[in-house]
């Protein structure tokens, strides 16, 4: 019903506005009043996190893609290898899994039977599994060893947004912490992240507040046949994530590709007027990433690509190749991702609206799937 809806014309749209509160929500009581993470709740003892030689993510889809952002977070803050892989190719390989391999599987439903399959594949091994969920009491978390939730607040549209958020926040609270519990060199830059997660929320509200060029864009875009992501590092999965809203909502060929593979193939599908999405990264901190990319912009200009470029506001550099501009809040290299995937959000619901598709229940798809 309308009321369901809180006023907004679907699900989803109440859902992208309720992401400033769901990122609130999921830090709340998990920092304390020195700036250190307090995750008692997760109960794996210190003494087995400092054991692990290993971490493996398991996931499907978009929970798949905050999964892809946590492995660039732990690698750099914990220094522990970290692989992550969709639940469904994940058991049928032969993964090496042991005592000290930790599997967190992400699940916004519990229910996903893929990872659940996973989880149950890896503690049969012995690993030990952490399950990041947003259900409380469903199947995964039920099934795992230690459960970090998310306080999204239920989801109702099929397409995942404030659950992504809130999974990469609780993604971000699990690099942190096995950082702080095994002691690296990142100790300082650790707590100055644990800061700038406090003023996540905020920036996404301001994120929200300056969408209206971002519909108006969406719109003129209906009639395209293909819409393209390109990003690198954690942009990448940004980009991916774009895409797969593309497909879910508007039923566009969307592909989400990484900046650096360009010419190894995909540059070959830039033609006139193509839309291209790139999320570009910091001008600040690691500027190489920022520079390759933009040289990448130029190189698809020049082809004809019509660019839609989310980058920091302020970053001049790249405003001359832009033919639209997103701009979104400065926020460490890291953390982009919170920022970067909400006009992606927007943009595709707007599209799908555009295209006269139902927002909430995109054909052929249901909320949870719990077959294989
Ligand atoms: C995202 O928009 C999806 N509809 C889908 O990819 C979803 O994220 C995936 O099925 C995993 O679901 P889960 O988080 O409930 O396990």
Redesign the pocket.
């Known amino acids: 019903s309308a009321a369901e809806k809180g006023g907004y014309d679907y699900f989803m749209l109440k859902e992208i506005a309720e992401q400033p509160k769901a990122v609130a929500d999921t830090l709340l009581g998990r920092i304390d009043l020195a700036g250190n993470l307090c995750l008692d709740e997760v109960r794996i003892p210190a003494s087995v996190l400092r054991e692990v030689s290993k971490v493996v993510i398991v996931?499907?889809?978009?929970?798949?893609h905050a999964g892809m952002i946590a492995k660039y977070a732990i690698e750099h803050w914990t220094r522990i290898p970290c692989e992550t892989e969709l639940a469904s190719e994940f058991r049928y390989r032969d993964p090496i899994l042991d005592q000290r391999t930790l599997v967190i599987a992400?699940?916004?439903?519990?229910?996903?039977m893929d990872?659940l399959m996973a989880l149950r594949h890896a503690r049969e091994q012995g690993a030990k599994v952490l399950a990041i969920c947003?259900?409380n009491g469903s199947t995964?978390p039920r099934e795992s060893d230690a459960v970090l939730y998310t306080h999204a607040g239920p989801e109702v549209a099929?397409?995942?947004?404030k659950?992504?958020l809130t999974?990469l926040v609780a993604c971000y609270l699990v690099a942190l912490y096995l950082g702080q519990v095994r002691g690296t060199k990142w100790g300082d830059e650790i707590l100055s992240v644990i800061r700038e997660l406090s003023e996540i929320a905020t920036q996404v509200e301001e994120v929200l507040e300056t969408m209206e060029p971002v519909r108006e864009l969406a719109r003129t875009l209906a009639g395209k046949n293909t819409v393209l992501f390109l990003g690198r590092h954690v942009g990448y999965p940004v980009a991916l994530e774009g895409a797969?809203?593309l497909k879910?909502l508007a039923y566009m060929h969307a592909e989400g590709f990484a900046a650096g593979e360009l010419k190894h193939g995909p540059i070959a599908l830039i033609e006139q007027d193509v839309p291209v999405v790139v999320v570009v990264p910091s001008p600040r901190g690691r500027s190489v990433l920022h520079d390759k990319i933009v040289s990448n912009i130029q190189e698809i200009r020049a082809r004809g690509a019509r660019t839609i470029v989310i980058a920091e506001r302020g970053d001049e550099t790249v405003a001359p190749y832009a033919d639209h501009l997103i701009e979104i809040p400065a926020t460490p290299t890291l953390l982009q991702p919170l920022v970067a995937t909400v006009p992606l959000q927007v943009f595709a619901c707007e599209l799908a609206t555009a295209r006269g598709n139902e927002v909430d229940q995109p054909r052929n798809?249901a909320?949870?799937?719990t077959v294989e």
């Open positions: 996931a499907c889809g978009t929970a798949y992400i699940s916004q439903s519990g229910e996903t990872t947003n259900t995964i099929v397409a995942s947004t659950a992504f999974q797969l809203k879910e798809l909320k949870s799937v």
